[in-house]
């Protein structure tokens, strides 16, 4: 990640993203990803790349959202990017990795779910 402008706050972008989720802005949420950011899903069993792909994952994930959706649980700087553990969009626990291009911009992310201790 050492390529991303100075000034570019990893942590910040991954709580936009956060933020473009929880209030269903698909447009905001895309202004994140770069053109050719890629999503891999263990959740589901997923690859895609492509902005266009992005928005066909998301917009219907964003449109059936439960109430407990996009909680914050930990979020992470990691030596390559940001760790994020959250809520899915199902309200189910899931850790989300995400790396950024040199603009700043969203280049891949990885998620998989998150065992957590019952009462965590």
């Known amino acids: ?10 942590i910040a972008a991954v709580v936009d993203w956060l933020d473009a989720c929880r209030t269903c802005d698909v447009a905001a949420l895309l202004d994140l ?3 050719d950011a890629s999503l891999e899903c263990a959740c589901e069993g997923i690859a895609i790349q492509g902005r266009s792909a992005v928005e066909a994952y998301w917009r219907p994930r964003l449109d059936a959202f439960v109430p407990s959706a996009f909680g914050l649980e930990e979020i992470e700087p990691a030596a390559d990017g940001v760790v994020l553990d959250y809520s899915s969009y199902a309200g189910k626990p899931v850790r989300i990795v995400f790396n950024f291009s040199a603009d700043g911009k969203i280049r891949q992310t990885r998620c998989g779910p998150v065992d957590r201790p019952a009462g965590s």
Do not use: T
């Open 33 to 35: 990803y770069a053109n």
């Open 1 to 10: 990640m050492s390529d991303v402008p100075k000034d570019f706050d990893p």
